[in-house]
Structures are given as C-alpha cells and as structure tokens.
C-alpha cells in the first residue's frame, strides 16, 4: 500500500486510554439489568443472555493471561474508527498472551459464514493504526439471523480454535451478535460474542452508549464541507445550497452539523413527525425562509436535509408501513413486472389513503419506496433525491407566490448529498481514541469469560484518563419492535430528542440563522495543534453530557 504522508505521519499516533485500561485490570460488576422494554418477551427469547450486570474496568493488580483466539467482523456501513477497533483487540489479546491468534472475517458477517478469513499478523495491522475505512478486512451486510448460518460458523470457529468472536456494527448488527451469543449460549458451544457501537448515524445510543463510534470524525468532516459550502454562497451570493445529509433514520448527523455550521435552515425529521407535517408544508417553511431573505437582497443560503426525511412525513411513513408488509407477503408477485405493471399492482393493493400518497410522488421515489430494501429490510434512503425533490417543489412555490406579488427574489438551486465521503475520513483524535479503547474492553470482555455484552467507553467529555470503559448486556437495549411485517426482538434505535439539549440549542438560534447570514467555517479536522481545536468532542456529546 502506497502510503500519503498523512498516513505516515498518523500510524505514530498512540491513541490514548482511560485509567480503567491502562494496566492490570479489575471488573467491578454492577446490579442485574432489565430490557428497555417487552422485558417478558425479552428474557424468554433470550433466557442465556438477559439480566446480566453492567461491567466497569477499574485498575486492578493481575493482568489477564488468557489464552485465546479472537475473530472480528466489520459489520455494515464504514465508519471511521474502526480499524483502531480491531488494533486494540490485536493488542490487548496479543499482551494477554503473544500465542494468542486475532481472525478477520472477510466482508462483513458473510465471511464467517462462507469461511472466509485471514490471519491478522503485526505487520498487517501497523498498515492500518489510526487509518479510516472497513479495508483492512472489508464489510458487509449479510444479515446472521439463521440457525443454519449460525452453525456453518461454528464450523470454522472450531477449526481456527477462535473462543470469541466481535462484531463491529450498528443496531442491526449488534442485536443479531445477540442473537448469535445466546444460540452459542444455547448450545454450549464455548463461544463467546461480543459487540461493538459503530455508526456514523449516530443512533446506536442510549443510557449506556454515549455515542457510537464515526460520528465525531464524520460530521466533522461534513460540517467543514458544509461551512466550505456556505463561504462560496456568501461569495457569489447567487445560489441556495440544498445539501442532503447520510443517517438512515434519524437526523442526529444534520443537527449536529447544523449546531457547527449555522445554516440558514436544517429540517429535523423528527420534528416533521411529531408537528405530523405534510411535505407541501416543509416546501412552504424554506419557500417562505428564502423569500424573506430575498426581501432582504440575500438571494442565496444553505439548507441541511436529513437523508431519512421521507420516511418520518407521517403519510409517507404510513406509506412505507403498508408497502413493508405488502412486499414480505406479495413482493415475488411483482417484483420482476415491468414499472407499469408494478406501479398498477402496487396501486390496486394499497389502502385508498396510502393510494393517494404512493400516486403523488415522483416515479423514482415511489419505486424506491416500493422496492429496494437492504438486507435488514431498510429502504435505501441514500438512493432518494431528497434536496432536489424539495428544491424542486420549493421552486415551484416561489414561482406561484411571484405570480401573486408575494416573492421578489432569483431563485437557483444547487445539489450535494454528503455521506460516503465521511465515512472512510481518516478519525479524528476522538475517535482514534474511543475504538482503541473499545477495542481493548472489547478484549477485556473475552478475557472475562463474558458473552451477549457490547463493549463500552463512558464519561466522553472528560478527558481520555477518566473516561470509563466496560461493558452493557446487549439485551438490557432491546425491545419488541415490528420489521418486515413480524415482531422481533431488536435494539431500540435512538432518535433526536425534541426536549433534548442539541435540538433545544437548535431551537433557540433557528429563526436569526434562516434570515441573517451567521454562517461558521469549521474548517479540516485538525490531528495536531492546540487541544481545544484537536480533542473537542461534536457538541451533541458536549449539550447531552452538560444536561
Ligand atoms: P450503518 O447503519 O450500517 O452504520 O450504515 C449507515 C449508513 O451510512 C447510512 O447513513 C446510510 O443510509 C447507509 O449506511 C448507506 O448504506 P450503503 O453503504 O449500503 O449504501
């Protein structure tokens, strides 16, 4: 591998860990714990598994030496960081004991299921300490949900002699690790599962995960190119800016990159769905922001869009609700018709309120909408045009309210959509750190002898010496939600808070931000320099953990 002197200059970085991790290590237990919800159901689905105790590292005097082989996966979406996962599992498991083997599974949960994997040696992994980006054994996101996938694993596991396996991944992953350490649990099969937060989305938290790892380095690397954005606006003073956002579902990376940047207006999914908003109304709200500025002489600005928008309108949620069970029970009917027939047996099968919405949007993301799913049954929102579906819609409004004397502005729109560019980005000193030190609970976690737990990092706005590492029973997260028509056991995904502190901070500066121009340039991340520029944590963590 070529390296940039950037990379160089990085691999020497050595990312720092909290007091609890640094040498000989004790597990201090806490009480039993309960699911967040459907307890029930929970403990039943997961009798192996469930009401175990909250685990903290704190400075002990015996160093593990277990001996033990380790696999990894990098599960799902890339999210910066995740290399220094697996550099501090190699590590802590190779100082436990230098015997001791680390696997990487190849391309996602798919490898350990087709066997497919290499040895991880020190050479190869100094090639990727503090580096962005899932290559150094790929990702993938086959879904481990069946027994028969489950067993084809043990297979392989046996044979290398792995006694823990950690997946890397997001909600979705890390309830099927659950599910995976309670079958192993089940069986008796010596194997432990364990996990680890990851998602640039962000929504992978709770009481226990302050943040999932990715975030910080790629909402950084968003905000600078928003802030980028939003100089050439006020320079050429010419164009709106309609920048969509990555996240899934929930709008955590548009907020935190609004609360950075100062955009004239960032949509908040959430809000839509609870003020129950229709899409005509969030055309009219930036219809009305870029009128006022133009009264003003200001014919430009930047809009933030959430990429999960279309899901949380209400009717279209209810659109999508409809269309999710329709396609488990009747999508081998039509998905191979041709767009016409499709669209007409879509249309026949829908209730007549979610009829009327599937007929008013446009072809592509009604297709979009009926049809492609990823394989944990997602609809691929990335896909979806949002910024020039409403930039398109708000052109329209402007050009109604010119006719009527309302609007006297220029109206041209420009497009971005930004999220796999932070994906890969090299992480930040924040989430260099954290992975390291996730990776090492990760290992400690092996070490002892637990499975069924996600390995966690707390008190992340305090310096890296007192942040708190340990470990949560994956299923204390979990509820019963529906997917793909059935109730299943899942980890319970974390939306913005409306009476949260970001969004609240949001609420007190939108209005002067969608007249004024009170734009701020975040500029690069910064590796090197004064801490303040170097170490600050995304202000979601710093306005949640101030709460
Ligand atoms: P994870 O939930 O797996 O971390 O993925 C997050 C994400 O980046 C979303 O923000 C985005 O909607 C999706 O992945 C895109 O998926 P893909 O990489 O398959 O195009």
Known sequence: MKKSL??????????????GLQGAIKVKEGDPTQSVGDQDEIKKLFPNTYGMPLIEFVPGDKSADSAVNVGVILSGGQAPGGHNVICGIFDAVKKMNPANKVYGFLMGPGGLVDHNYIELTSEFVDDYRNTGGFDMIGSGRTKLEEVGQFEKGIEILRELDIKAVVIIGGDDSNTNACVLAEYYAAKNYGVQVIGCPKTIDGDLKNDQIETSFGFDTATKVYAELIGNIER?????????????????????????????????????????????????????QIASAVAQRAEDGNNFGVVLIPEGLIEFIPAIGRLIDELNDLLAAHGSD???????????????????????????????????LSLDRDPHGNVQVSLIETEKLLSDMVAAKLAE????????????????????????????????????????????????????????????????????????????????????????????????????????????????????TCFVYPGPIQYWGPAEVCDRDTR????????
């Open 232 to 284: 050439d606006a006020n320079s050429a003073r010419k164009y709106w800016h309609f920048i969509k956002l990555m996240g899934r579902s929930a709008s955590h990376i548009a907020l935190e990159c609004a609360l950075q940047t100062q955009p004239n207006i960032c949509i908040v999914s959430e809000e839509v769905e609870a003020k129950d908003m229709t899409l005509n109304q969030i055309v009219e």
């Open 6 to 19: 950037l990379q160089k200059a990085r691999a020497l970085y050595q990312p720092k860990l909290p007091k």
């Open 540 to 547: 979601t963590l710093s306005l949640e953990n101030a709460a």
């Open 334 to 368: 039509y998905k191979d018709l041709d767009k016409d027939a499709q669209r007409a047996y879509i249309l026949a099968h829908l209730s007549k309120e979610n009829a009327e919405t599937f007929a008013t949007l446009p072809e592509d993301v009604a297709r979009q």
């Open 401 to 516: 309210w010119k006719k009527e004397g309302k609007y006297v502005g220029h109206f041209a729109a420009q497009h971005h959509f930004f999220g796999y560019e932070g994906r890969c980005a090299a992480p930040s000193n924040f989430d260099a750190d954290y992975c390291y030190a996730l990776g090492v609970s990760a290992a400690n976690l092996i070490a002892n002898g637990k499975t069924g737990y996600m390995a966690i990092v707390k008190n992340l706005s305090a310096p890296t010496d007192e942040w708190k590492a340990g470990g949560v029973p994956i299923t204390m997260m979990m509820n019963m939600e529906r997917r793909n028509g059935e109730m299943k056991p899942v980890i319970r995904k974390a939306l913005v808070e409306l009476d949260g502190a970001p969004f609240k901070k949001f609420c007190q500066c939108r209005e002067e931000w969608s007249r004024e």
